[in-house]
């Protein structure tokens, strides 16, 4: 946090007005788990897929997007009932 002491004179102004700008820095940081995405084996023709958690560690609201991704690879964001069917399953969906 900070706090800048700032003191404004007007024109004509007998006293000033003492008053002080406060604020909070935060960084911009996102994390990613698991840290690494291991895909195992895919055959030619086949599909795999892998969860990637993005976690904003900033106080501030953030937007994010995967860019230059290769065509051959795609991102989509699951629905939510299926993330807590997942965590209910506690196999992380598999049976």
Do not use: W, Y
């Not at 004509?12 to 935060?26: F, S």
């Amino acid at each position: 946090a900070f706090r800048i002491p700032v003191r404004v004179v007007g024109a004509d102004q007998v006293l000033p007005v003492h008053t002080a700008l406060v604020g909070t820095l935060t960084s911009s940081d996102i994390r990613f788990e698991p840290s690494v995405v291991d895909f195992g084996r895919c055959f030619v023709g086949a599909s795999v897929m892998s969860r990637l958690l993005v976690i904003n560690e900033s106080l501030l609201p953030q937007r994010f997007v995967f860019v230059r991704l290769p065509g051959i690879l795609s991102v989509a964001e699951v629905p939510v009932d299926v993330c807590q069917e997942e965590a209910a399953d506690g196999k992380g969906g598999e049976t």
